[in-house]
């Protein structure tokens, strides 16, 4: 139609008509995108109306063939000259015009006609003149590099059209084009349907075009040092779908989650079919502009090249990262959620719904259930047409209905993957240790059951059966660090100990008048001088096992609590020989004060008096660390063996300041051995043992000084000899002890001064005591060894029960009526109140790959805790045609029953963990074993385990028959390191024990 040359030229009209129907051509064209205009030398142009102006055939101002050559900066490349004008340089005429002149006058020799296209730009609509003109090349040849022209409303997809045929790469490759401008930038051109002008492509640039891997990788996203890669791709011929994913750090529940959907036949037929690419949705607000299903993509299309025993999925994690920012860091997450995103993610980016409508969701009203599900799948189809839809989602029924007026409300929703419930067992099993009062008995390690919302004193009670001692003289702590953490009370909730705490249960003697729980810690002295705390003392750092016992309240001398403390830790505290008799060098008195009646803590009598209210508990721990809910608790509420002794220190301390100081400490009870000998008051007072050790509490020496003849016979070495006062001389050259007591804070440190700490409020009346040991004392006379032993209670022989439930329970617990709780309320439109309403879901219909999520993290508002509850799935013939609502009216409905193909497994608690995955490969029907970039075959026995976490099925109907024989793993030998398939060549070159043997099993 644009011949050019002589050769079409015709005989022109006459020059009158000429100039009337080119005029009325330019009058009355108007600018319609898509048309095309022609531009026209504006010389020429003048000419030529001149010409016909003239009237005259044979007039000089004849302007001969139509010649565009001055636009031009050459006639090789007929590239138009930059900046032309037009009206001065140039001339727009309409495609007709420009037929006729053309066809009357010919152009002059090998000129193309200078069509352009009026084109619909923002704002304006206008002849492009200029078109964009770019480079165009390969990845694999940038030197080859060819010009051409495209207008700025073309898409990119013509240009990847130009750059196919320019380059001969067959129309059907699957490309990937990107755009670099001069500053070398290089930027993706992600949507081929977009427009030149929109995408931003301008003069100048360059388009380059890649070509998938054989491999699924794309050559620009290849890193470049990459060790043996090359290698990698000619030697391995693996499985399709048998490929690890590199673990990124704390990403195996990613991994986890992509190797059970690259394990879901219909969503990877679909990515390697490259049926997305018609499908990506750049413009879904609630999309990722098809970012995530493009790295999806290129994940699974490596995974499925055979070519990789390890895949590195660093863009899809930190595509993933971008739109969800709880997945950003590489903290450990949860694998089902992240499937969640993630099928919402894809669904969206693939969402063939380019405008959403909004419907009204109806209520049944009455209507049929038929009808309203029915109507509640179309509108949701409406709106959401994906694969993802295709292949994941059901539809549930929710019935709920008001506890006042009885309204019921039925709704029909979509879900695409349910996750249900687990029979939560009421019952806990707990371990701890039991400390007799039997000083040679070593503590007995017990499991008890305890019920799971029970309080400290069912383990008291569930402890008592075992060993036969009262509940009611057991005091239960929380052991750190050779110190107590938490002495708890009868009634604190058993929530508030933890699985990994140290939990010690102390036998205490029998109850009696005016005793106090005293805790007693052991100390070693340091052998430098603590000089930084600014205090002359020795600096002590705690050891060995705490210890609870009761002591007679009121005062109990220095020297009692030694030799209680002594038989108490008989078993592995060896007294001294007489032989290896210890000799006191120091002549001076010891001082003798109370530890616990007037001083408790270091505390000064005045303060203590004061600050103590009656009720404060044993419990209230002063220490920073201690769980203060529980603590507080506990101050509010002591238990009733606690409170009692309390309430016995207390009234002792009445006893005391009303001036009976005699009768308020009698002896230290029986069954300590009664050390105190029949003394009375063993608080006394004298000389300073240690002076530099106990600087603080001389100002007792005072108050007591009135007992100081008492206090020879307290101390003296054996409790029979003290009853002479001829002894009281011999004493002072007396046993040198195996070790100091003195009074210490919660946290075992020795109170410097006054105040340090704050003020007296802070600490309890709780007596804690330690006792500090001279390193060379300690290791000649405490036995390490022996104090660290234990024994095992035949309880603990007992293999724990493992709780053991059927999947189809927990899918009935799905379905089973619950009230609504007051968090989450419903509002009835007919009372027009939010009401705690019934709610009931069933099953209506499902899909064709089922996904069930175990929920076995269980959070409510007491408790947070994993369920490691065994749930026996079926691998075959999952049944749900008795679960669903839906009743089956014809043959044409899809059958109810599901085939596992894969599972994602979680294993350790709640706070850390690892996830893995069984998945059944589609081609080979072959189970393997997915950690991370390991791959392992699997057997179906292994596949039923606690750690199950989110299974999938596949309906029977959709499962089509591999198309590859099974290979037989169990020829190969049995032992794991060569069952190993991918393990060794990971792309990042991880090194993995045992890789050497993995290629051994390969199988093709
Ligand atoms: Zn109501």
Redesign the pocket.
């Known amino acids: 139609m644009t011949a050019d040359g002589r050769g079409s030229v015709a005989e022109p009209p006459g020059l009158e008509t000429q100039r009337r129907e080119i005029e009325s051509l330019l009058r009355e064209s108007e600018l319609r995108s898509g048309d095309s205009w022609y531009v026209v030398d504006h010389r020429w142009f003048e000419q030529w109306k001149e010409f016909v102006e003239t009237g005259d055939q044979n007039s000089s101002s004849y302007p001969g063939q139509i010649d565009n050559t001055e636009l031009y900066e050459d006639l090789d490349s007929y590239h138009l000259k930059e900046r032309l004008a037009e009206n001065e340089d140039f001339v727009l005429v309409p495609a007709e015009a420009w037929h006729k002149l053309h066809v009357w006058y010919g152009m002059v020799g090998g000129q193309p006609p200078l069509e352009r296209k009026v084109v619909d730009l923002p704002s304006t609509l206008k002849v492009e003149v200029y078109p964009v003109e770019v480079f165009l090349c390969l990845h694999s040849n940038m030197e080859t590099v060819i010009t051409a022209q495209f207008s700025r409303t073309d898409n990119i997809h013509a240009i990847q059209r130009a750059i196919c045929q320019a380059f001969s790469v067959p129309p059907d490759s699957e490309c990937r084009l990107w755009m670099k401008s001069s500053d070398s930038s290089c930027e993706r051109l992600r949507n081929v349907h977009m427009s030149v002008l929109d995408t931003g492509l301008s003069s100048g640039m360059t388009v380059i075009m890649e070509t998938r891997n054989a491999d699924g990788t794309w050559p620009s996203s290849r890193p470049q040092i990459m060790k043996n890669s090359v290698e990698e791709q000619d030697s391995y011929r693996g499985q399709p779908g048998v490929s690890g994913l590199t673990n990124l750090g704390n990403t195996c529940f990613m991994n986890s989650a992509l190797q059970c959907l690259s394990n879901t036949p219909a969503l990877t037929e679909y990515f390697l079919q490259n049926s997305y690419l018609e499908e990506l949705n750049f413009t879904n607000p609630l999309g990722m502009k098809g970012e995530i299903a493009e790295a999806y993509a290129d994940v699974i299309k490596q995974m499925w090249s055979g070519r990789h025993y390890s895949v590195v999925p660093r863009v899809f994690k930190t595509k993933v990262g971008h739109f969800a920012s709880q997945f950003l860091g590489y903290q450990q997450h949860d694998s089902q959620e992240l499937l969640s995103f993630l099928l919402d993610g894809l669904h969206e980016d693939l969402n063939r719904v380019k405008n959403k409508e909004y419907f009204e969701l109806r209520d049944a009203d009455g209507r049929p259930d038929q009808e309203v599900a029915e109507e509640a799948w179309r509108n949701h189809r409406r709106r959401n047409d994906s694969v993802i839809v295709d292949t994941f989602h059901g539809l549930f029924k929710s019935t709920l209905v ?1 506890p ?2 009885k ?1 019921v409300s039925v709704t029909f929703d979509p879900f695409c993957y349910l996750s249900v419930p687990l029979p939560v067992s009421k019952e806990r099993v707990m371990e701890v240790f039991f400390v007799s009062l039997d000083p040679y008995a070593k503590p007995v390690q017990h499991r008890v059951v305890v019920p799971k919302v029970g309080r400290v004193s069912d383990l008291c009670a569930a402890l008592s059966e075992m060993t036969g001692t009262p509940a009611t003289q057991m005091v239960v702590a929380d052991v750190f660090n050779h110190r107590f953490y938490k002495i708890y009370n009868a009634d604190e909730s058993l929530n508030c100990i933890l699985d990994r705490d140290d939990i010690f249960v102390y036998e205490l003697s029998a109850p009696q008048e005016d005793q106090v729980l005293l805790a007693l810690y052991l100390r070693e002295q340091s052998h430098y001088r603590d000089y930084g705390a600014g205090s002359s003392s020795y600096g002590t750092s705690l050891f060995g096992h705490p210890l609870l016992l009761k002591v007679p309240h009121g005062s109990c001398s220095r020297e009692a609590l030694y030799e209680l403390f002594l038989q108490r830790l008989a078993r592995y505290v060896r007294p001294p020989d007489p032989s290896e008799e210890l000799e006191e060098e120091e002549e001076e008195d010891e001082e003798e004060e109370e530890l616990y009646r007037s001083q408790t803590n270091g505390i000064s009598d005045d303060e203590q008096q004061e600050a103590e209210p009656a009720g404060s508990s044993c419990c209230s721990n002063a220490s920073p660390n201690s769980q203060s809910e529980g603590a507080a608790a506990a101050a509010a509420e002591p238990q009733p063996d606690a409170d009692r002794s309390m309430s016995s220190l207390d009234h002792g301390d009445t006893e005391t300041s009303t001036g009976s100081p005699d009768q308020a400490g009698p002896a230290c009870s029986s069954n300590d051995g009664d050390p105190c000998g029949d003394t009375g008051a063993g608080a006394a007072a004298g000389g300073s043992e240690a002076p530099a050790e106990q600087p603080q509490q001389s100002s007792e020496t005072a108050e007591e000084g009135n007992e100081e003849d008492k206090q020879g016979e307290a101390r003296s070495p054996s409790p029979p000899a003290s009853e002479h006062p001829a002894k009281r001389r011999a004493c002072r050259k007396r046993r040198r002890s195996l070790f100091t007591i003195q009074a210490v804070n919660s946290n075992g440190t020795t109170e410097r001064g006054m105040g340090e700490r704050g003020s007296a409020v802070s600490f309890s009346s709780q007596p804690y005591v330690a006792i500090d040991w001279d390193p060379d004392m300690k290791k000649r006379f405490y036995n390490e060894n022996e104090a660290e032993k234990y024994v095992k209670h035949a309880s603990m022989e007992v293999p724990q029960q493992q709780m053991t439930v059927q999947l189809q329970e927990c899918i009935e617990l799905f379905t089973t009526v619950e009230t609504l709780e007051e968090e989450n309320p419903w509002y ?1 439109p ?2 027009k ?1 939010h ?1 705690l309403a019934t709610k009931k879901l069933d099953l209506w219909s499902l899909p064709e790959v089922l996904i069930i999520h175990l929920k076995r993290f269980s959070y409510t508002k007491f408790t947070r805790e994993k369920l490691d509850t065994i749930v026996d799935f079926p691998l075959r013939d999952l049944d749900f045609s008795g679960l669903l609502l839906k009743k089956s009216v014809s043959s044409a409905e899809p059958p109810s029953r599901y085939d596992l193909i894969a599972v994602s497994n979680h294993y350790g608690g709640l706070r850390d963990g690892h996830y893995t995955s069984y998945a059944r490969n589609k081609d080979n029907s072959q189970w393997y074993y997915f950690d991370d970039s390991k791959v392992t075959y699997a057997t179906e026995d292994q596949i039923v385990t606690n750690a199950a976490y989110v299974l999938f099925y596949h309906r029977q109907d959709k499962i089509r028959k591999p198309t590859l024989p099974t290979p037989n793993a169990n020829s190969a030998s049995s032992t794991q390191a060569s069952n190993d398939i991918t393990s060794c060549r990971d792309e990042d070159e991880e090194v993995v024990p045992g890789a050497s043997s993995a290629s051994t099993m390969e199988t093709d």
Do not use: A, P, S
């Open positions: 008001c006042e007026c309204k009835c007919v009372c109140l009401q």
